[in-house]
């Protein structure tokens, strides 16, 4: 099993397609607040789908919240600023990948204390782009860690 975590997501839509892609892989959503939508938002229940009910979904206060919740968690940093790609990551089953918000990323004290476990999934530079979207950017992350476990027999 796979755990998502996104910190401070803004994006309802962003946040749905992820759910979705939890439910399809039997992976467990985390989302720390603050929000930037509630989660009863229409564009969020949109691009879930119809799989909201079954989604494994935990909601924190707060990144301390999340840490004092989840003590064992083996995380993992996903991150435009991380210098190791993506395929160098060894994800153990039960892993934590955690994304930063869609406008801000992630706050410097969490690529510091993470700074061994912090990957990056291969682009271009350019400079009018920062990065991928956040959903793109879980969804690739995602199914390489599957990938390393032969997909948890996924049909």
Known sequence: MINIVLYEPDIPSNTGNIARSCVLTDSVLHLIKPLGFSLDDKYLKRAGLDYWD??????????????????????????????????????????????????????????????????????????????????NSVNIALYEALRQHDYFDLK
């Open 54 to 135: 079954l989604l494994k979904l935990k909601v924190y206060d707060n990144f301390d919240d999340f840490l004092e919740k989840n003590k064992d968690a083996e995380i993992f940093v996903l991150s435009t600023k991380a210098d190791r790609r993506l395929d160098e990551m060894d994800v153990p089953d039960g892993a934590y990948l955690l994304f930063g918000k869609e406008t801000a990323g992630l706050p410097e004290e969490i690529h510091k204390k993470y700074a061994d476990r912090r990957f990056r999934i291969p682009m271009r530079d350019h400079e009018k782009c920062r990065s991928l979207n956040l959903a």
